[in-house]
């Protein structure tokens, strides 16, 4: 496959660690062949230095004219006056955005987003930011849906991800997608971080600390992955921990940002999707050893998180691979 142009504009004063994920995350994938994947610049808008958010610099690769090439353009988190707390972009900001071609996807790290809303790129979409600056985000910039309990948002050619390593678990979508989960996973065991991570923010904002007594439900969660194929239930799940269904499932989404219910669809796409890149097995038979029944369900599935079918899943990840 071609290699895809991902050009990281840095807005001053910079989150340096959001910086540097792009290319450390993208950069280590490579195909079957050992072919890059991905090329990956640092911009500023005139070229210069870069102050981070901790004084010290960083010397990009080249100024906004590198933006014309770039396939994504994305944008790290950023402590900028003018799209953090004025709801407004600094005019060298909106030229370099500007240079965007047609097709051109933009992503952001964080609080990066504040710039795309500035702009006028999230403007009724889905996104998300670090939760503990949704508050201010929302104030700034009502016209956009934001959901601070997710980890990243994919509005297709607009991508949005959550606090510092949740940037991470955006690059590594972005890999999945276009090249595969095989290969997204080699570049997770190579940073050794999980190729998924399981829920959202929502278990990272502050909250109440639960009541003394109760239990996790990791061995549950563990239980249900080894049973995919089976009818599982919510009761059957809160037997597994030892707690009421009420109780069970509070203590789920405090923990995972999810319904055990949306959590065990999530689960058993995954493993749909696992099946479908390694292997010949039909469409019936990936639907029952994953959990969905019948070839429709795992068809309806697959089409609302995809966009495809199975079998052009398949096709396009095995070819990819």
């Given at each position: 496959m071609p290699v895809t142009r991902v050009v990281v504009l840095l807005v001053e004063p910079v989150v340096a660690y959001d910086a540097a994920i792009p290319a450390q995350v993208l950069g280590q994938a490579r195909s079957a062949t050992d072919e890059r994947l991905y090329d990956v610049a640092l911009a500023s808008h005139d070229g210069a230095t870069v102050r981070t958010t901790h004084g010290y610099g960083l010397t990009p690769h080249g100024d906004a004219r590198l933006v014309e090439a770039a396939d994504v353009v994305v944008v790290p988190g950023t402590h900028s006056p003018g799209p953090r707390h004025e709801g407004r972009l600094p005019a060298e900001v909106a030229r370099a955005l500007d240079r965007r071609r047609p097709g051109a996807r933009v992503?952001?790290?964080c609080t990066g987003a504040f710039v795309l809303a500035a702009a006028g790129l999230l403007d009724g979409r889905r996104a998300t930011t670090h939760w503990s600056a949704?508050?201010?985000?929302?104030?700034l910039y009502p016209r956009v849906d934001l959901d601070p309990r997710v980890l990243y948002v994919d509005?297709?050619?607009?991508?949005?991800?959550?606090?510092?390593?949740?940037?991470v678990?955006?690059?590594?979508?972005?890999?999945r997608t276009a090249a595969g989960a095989q290969v997204a996973h080699r570049v997770a065991r190579h940073m050794v971080v999980p190729p998924?991570?399981?829920?959202?923010q929502a278990q990272f904002i502050e909250t109440p600390l639960p009541e003394m007594g109760d239990q996790s439900t990791t061995g549950a969660r563990a239980w249900a992955l080894a049973h995919l194929a089976d009818r599982v239930t919510l009761p059957q799940l809160a037997?597994?921990?030892?707690?009421?269904?009420?109780?069970?499932?509070?203590?789920f989404?405090?923990?995972?940002?999810?319904?055990?219910?949306a959590w065990l669809v999530q689960q058993r796409l995954r493993h749909a999707q696992r099946l479908l890149e390694a292997g010949d097995l039909g469409v019936d038979e990936v639907a029952a050893r994953s959990g969905f029944g019948t070839a429709?369900?795992?068809?309806a599935h697959l089409r609302a998180a995809t966009g495809v079918s199975p079998s052009a899943y398949r096709a396009t990840f095995r070819l990819a691979d």
């Open positions: 992503a952001s790290i949704a508050e201010e985000f929302e104030r509005d297709g050619d607009v991508l949005t991800s959550a606090g510092l390593s949740a940037g678990d955006l690059c590594l979508h972005l890999i998924w991570r399981d829920g959202g037997q597994q921990a030892s707690m009421s269904v009420r109780t069970f499932n509070r203590r989404r405090a923990e995972t940002g999810l319904t055990p219910g429709a369900s795992l068809r």
